[in-house]
């Protein structure tokens, strides 16, 4: 692999209850209804990571998974000081949160909004954006070496908004 090759960003989809802290350049992109995701960038380091959790939290041991906030938040948080950020350094940014009272009385995503926001500042960890609420879905595509972020809002979620990507994505 060449150096040019190196600087090549990779695509990845991040499922719910997932994290990642990719070593290279990497195009993150994920699905959210209710779920909240939360990018940190190092901006010292200039590289990043996410995280896309579907519930607020667990307090059940044993059974903590990264579909809970209050696991995937910290683990996102682990993942980047272990690859050497420092608190200091990091920005987050906050995305996700609907609520459509149409599937659900609810409102899961505001619980997920609030959790975030609360261990983010329970450790000083600067909050530089939040999209979040209201009733539309998101997609969210992120850069981990550029901290750029878009953010795509849709009335439903289709199965093909999930990868693998499927047919019916102009519907």
């Known amino acids: 692999m060449t150096s040019s090759q190196a600087l090549i960003p990779i695509n990845y989809f991040l499922e719910p209850g997932f994290v990642v802290t990719p070593s290279h350049p990497t195009i993150i992109s994920t699905v959210l209804g209710s779920g909240v995701s939360i990018c940190l960038y190092d901006r010292k380091l200039k590289k990043g990571g996410m995280n896309s959790f579907q519930f607020p939290m667990i307090r059940e041991k044993g059974k903590t998974t990264t579909r809970y906030g209050n696991v995937a938040i910290w683990a996102l948080i682990r993942m980047m000081l272990e690859d050497g950020s420092t608190s200091k350094h990091l920005e987050a940014q906050i995305f996700g949160g609907a609520h459509n009272p149409d599937v659900s009385q609810v409102n899961i995503g505001n619980e997920n909004i609030r959790v975030a926001r609360k261990i983010l500042m329970k450790e000083k960890i600067v909050v530089a954006s939040e999209d979040v609420g209201g009733v539309k879905g998101r997609k969210i595509v ?14 439903k979620l289709r199965k093909s908004d999930w990868y693998p990507y499927e047919d019916d994505r102009g519907a």
């Open 142 to 155: 992120f850069s981990t070496h550029s901290n750029e972020i878009a953010v795509f809002k849709v009335d």
